[in-house]
Structure formats: structure tokens, C-alpha cells
């Protein structure tokens, strides 16, 4: 008698391209979100090839500190709304930089003094830039 398999190889590959899928949409649109707050030099990294912790990251810069919580109070709006568990929120005392963490895709809204200070695109410089605008005007990924 041969062992069960503990799990099905396609199943997981399939169940792994969906959520990837999942965490691409949720990373354009939290970049739109930013982009509808009026914040510059809006970027998504991919970082599903380079790291484990997560699999997109949202880099927005605003004006000031209530931008900034504007932007992050929409957004934990809307994904309390699709009944997703909300974890705490990073820098929410900071003057400069507050982090969202859902997970699978992290948004970073800073200044622009703390941004360039940190540059999390020359950190993460191996990561691949996501042409959010193309993927959400061409419908390959659609927002609600």
C-alpha cells in the first residue's frame, strides 16, 4: 500500500496562481486609491520571485501627514468591507511613514523626505515594477 499524499501538487500550484492573482488585484487597487488621494510617484513591486513576506508592495508618496491617513483610513475601509481581517496599523504616530500590512501586500505611504531617507525601491531594487495603470485600463485586472 503506497503513503496518501498530504496534498496534491496541482491543486496547491492552482491554489497558489490564485492568490497571487488576488494579491495583484488588491496591490492596483490600493495603488488607484493612492492615486485618487492625489499621492505622487505611486509604485508596485513584485516581489513574488525575490521574498517570502510578502508578495506586492505599494510605495505612495503624500504631502502630509493627513493625506497620509486619509489614504490608509479608505483603504482599511474598503478591504473591512470584502470581510478581510485587518491587522494593526504601522506608524500611525509617525510624522513620515505609515505601513498597512494585509498580508499579502504591504502599502507604504511616506513623506518625501522619509522616503528617499529609506528608498525602499533602491532596497528592493531586484523586484519587478508592476504596470498597475496598464493592467487596470486594459481589464486584465478588475477592480470593484
Not at 49 to 56: E, G, M, R
Not at 68 to 95: M, N, W, Y
Not at 114 to 140: H, M, P, T
Amino acid at each position: 500500500m503506497s503513503p496518501k499524499k498530504i496534498y496534491d501538487e496541482v491543486t496547491y500550484q492552482q491554489q497558489l496562481a490564485l492568490q497571487q492573482q488576488e494579491s495583484l488585484r488588491n496591490a492596483c487597487h490600493c495603488a488607484r486609491l493612492a492615486e485618487e488621494f492625489r499621492c505622487k510617484e505611486v509604485v508596485v513591486l513584485d516581489l513574488t520571485k525575490i521574498t517570502p513576506i510578502a508578495d506586492y508592495f505599494v510605495i505612495a508618496t503624500a504631502t502630509n501627514l493627513r493625506q497620509t491617513s486619509a489614504l490608509i483610513e479608505e483603504v482599511r475601509k474598503i478591504f473591512k468591507q470584502r470581510h478581510e481581517a485587518l491587522p494593526a496599523l504601522e506608524g500611525g504616530d509617525s510624522q513620515t511613514w505609515m505601513l498597512q500590512d494585509f498580508g499579502t501586500v504591504v502599502l507604504h505611504v511616506f513623506v518625501t523626505e522619509a522616503r528617499e531617507l529609506y528608498d525602499l525601491e533602491g532596497l528592493w531594487a531586484d523586484a519587478g515594477r508592476v504596470e498597475w495603470k496598464n493592467l487596470i485600463s486594459s481589464g486584465a485586472v478588475q477592480i470593484a
